[in-house]
């Protein structure tokens, strides 16, 4: 933007940079959520192909294609918060995602793939991973706290309905025995 600019050309171009600047804020926030740092980008790029083939496996069961989930070509196999990473780092990292290019299925089926990154950049993402698992199970308990109280709410305002119905009905009986009563005496 040209710092002398004015009017609505001025105020359209800022707008633009405010918003862009929030998305940018928004996707590093998300990169940071997920772990997907500059240390570990750099640590990632380190890795070759014998990197992987070289890695022991102890469990080496046959993966079925049908766990592979279509739409972001990651495995099923993983926890939420590693799908999501193991998305996010194949699109910020070209190298991964050569990587992985170049061993599946040829060299490695791709639950092993996830297995060798995920072992391997354990010490990297642990920290992040745990802040995730701890964020769920907080939310978890808010929303349970919340039931708990709407749940309260309900059953109080019910017996407070029931009380009330409840006196009128006793009401409406005074008032007919007094009736009664008066009819007995014509």
């Not at 926030?29 to 990197?51: A, C, I």
């Not at 299925?105 to 993402?125: A, C, D, G, N, T």
């Amino acid at each position: 933007m040209w710092p002398f600019a004015r009017g609505k050309r001025a105020s359209k171009e800022k707008a633009a940079e405010t918003s862009g600047e929030g998305k940018d804020r928004e996707e590093d926030g998300l990169l940071q959520e997920l772990g997907v740092t500059d240390r570990l980008r750099e640590f990632v790029k380190t890795f070759t192909v014998d990197t992987f083939r070289s890695f022991p496996l102890h469990d080496d069961q046959a993966a079925d294609p049908a766990d592979v989930c279509a739409q972001s070509n990651v495995r099923k196999d993983l926890t939420e918060w590693q799908e999501r990473h193991a998305t996010l780092v194949l699109s910020e990292v070209k190298e991964i995602a050569q990587l992985r290019y170049v061993l599946c299925p040829r060299h490695l089926k791709e639950r092993q793939f996830w297995r060798i990154y995920f072992q391997l950049v354990k010490s990297y993402v642990a920290p992040y991973e745990m802040h995730a698992i701890q964020k769920a199970r907080m939310k978890k308990l808010e929303m349970e706290v919340e039931e708990s109280l709407i749940k309260g709410a309900i059953e109080v305002e019910m017996a407070e309905t029931n009380r009330g119905s409840g006196s009128s009905m006793t009401l409406i009986s005074k008032e007919n025995s007094l009736l009664k009563d008066d009819i007995d005496r014509v």
